[in-house]
């Protein structure tokens, strides 16, 4: 149920007559609104001598909270009522549009988009008449413009004081809280402009692109971390020598590369006079004896040997002698073929090609 706004009261006596006529006043609400979007009865409200108006609950689903008023009146000494109006008012819970605000109004700083227009008033306060071609010479029209006083409208008083008042207080003023936290003020800093213009004598340009001011109007008593007089005094400390460790030392052997040739060079020429000394055959007198010890036996094995035989027996000593002579040279050269050895000059083109 909607809780019924009351106006202002009216001193007058309520009729008694327009106070019953509840019924009277629904029907004329069912014939405006209709059956089904009149509700319950909230209540009256003395309007004055004879006039009274009756509140009925909507039950429409978009007018929540509103409610439809039937005000009733009846003439003098007449026993019946008359019905005066039937309107649906807003109640308290009841969603209404805002209250209209003229654009003039409604328009905020920082509404304005890239392509709008804001038209100024040609009553602006904040303007007044700039100077006016009067035949001035040409020396005075050159003061003028330098001075800015060739436009159309120019700054009034009035909107300099608005302007000097709104940004002293703002957030680049001395009671913003960063300013509040630094000794540092703008009118010692050397990045601060002043406003060559009468508003310079408490207004200026920040142009450190570090402080939060940067690019905007600050008051010379507002203040920074980022002031050019802000400096870092750190003590000199001389510079220490290189730290040597004298109690023992690490040998490299930077090996080269041509010292790792001359290694693999002798280690092949080693290699190479061991298999030589191994297929070299023994010493003739050995060679001799070990082959005299062979024959000997076969010798002396025959008891009826005759003495040419024994003449003979030399010479096949010494076939036998020259057979394993040939014998352990094959022998050698059978290993040589396979294992060949690599040469000097192939060994150190391989090193070279390694490294």
């Given at each position: 149920m909607t809780p019924v706004k009351t106006p202002e009261a009216v001193r007058a006596k309520p009729d008694a007559i327009c106070v019953a006529a509840v019924e009277p006043a629904r029907e004329a609400a069912i014939v405006e609104a209709g059956a089904a979007q009149v509700g319950e009865h909230l209540g009256h409200l003395v309007e004055g001598e004879r006039l009274v108006t009756h509140y009925f609950a909507s039950t429409h689903p978009g007018y929540r909270g509103w409610r439809w008023?039937?005000?009733?009146?009846?003439?003098?000494?007449?026993?019946?009522?008359?019905?005066?109006?039937?309107?649906?008012?807003?109640?308290?819970?009841?969603?209404?549009?805002?209250?209209?605000?003229?654009?003039?109004?409604?328009?905020?700083?920082?509404?304005?988009?890239?392509?709008?227009?804001?038209?100024?008033?040609?009553?602006?306060?904040?303007?007044?008449?700039?100077?006016?071609?009067?035949?001035?010479?040409?020396?005075?029209?050159?003061?003028?413009?330098?001075?800015?006083?060739?436009?159309?409208?120019?700054?009034?008083?009035?909107?300099?004081?608005?302007?000097?008042?709104?940004?002293?207080?703002?957030?680049?003023?001395?009671?913003?809280?960063?300013?509040?936290?630094?000794?540092?003020?703008?009118?010692?800093?050397?990045?601060?402009?002043?406003?060559?213009?009468?508003?310079?004598?408490?207004?200026?340009?920040?142009?450190?692109?570090?402080?939060?001011?940067?690019?905007?109007?600050?008051?010379?008593?507002?203040?920074?971390?980022?002031?050019?007089?802000v400096v870092i005094e750190a003590p000199d400390h001389p510079s220490t020598e290189h730290a040597f460790d004298t109690t023992g030392y690490d040998e490299l052997a930077m090996e080269t590369v041509a010292d790792a040739v001359r290694e693999e060079l002798e280690e092949a020429d080693a290699v190479q006079a061991e298999v030589e000394a191994a297929a070299e055959p023994d010493s003739d007198d050995e060679v001799q004896a070990t082959a005299a010890e062979a024959p000997t036996a076969e010798v002396q094995a025959p008891a009826e040997v005759q003495a040419p035989a024994e003449v003979q027996a030399p010479a096949e000593v010494q076939e036998t002698a020259e057979v394993q002579e040939t014998a352990v040279e094959d022998e050698t050269v059978v290993e040589d073929d396979e294992f060949p050895m690599p040469t000097a000059a192939e060994i150190a083109a391989e090193a070279s090609a390694n490294y």
């Open positions: 008023a039937v005000t009733l009146t009846r003439a003098s000494r007449a026993k019946t009522v008359t019905v005066n109006e039937v309107v649906m008012l807003p109640g308290d819970e009841a969603i209404v549009a805002p209250e209209w605000v003229p654009w003039s109004e409604r328009v905020q700083p920082g509404d304005l988009r890239p392509g709008d227009l804001f038209p100024t008033l040609p009553d602006d306060p904040r303007l007044e008449p700039g100077f006016t071609d009067t035949g001035a010479p040409d020396d005075v029209l050159a003061v003028v413009e330098e001075l800015g006083l060739g436009r159309e409208r120019v700054l009034s008083q009035e909107g300099r004081d608005e302007a000097a008042d709104r940004w002293y207080a703002g957030d680049f003023g001395p009671a913003s809280p960063i300013a509040q936290a630094v000794p540092y003020k703008c009118h010692s800093c050397g990045y601060w402009i002043r406003l060559n213009d009468s508003l310079g004598q408490a207004f200026g340009g920040c142009t450190n692109e570090m402080a939060p001011g940067e690019g905007r109007i600050v008051s010379y008593d507002y203040g920074c971390g980022a002031h050019s007089d």
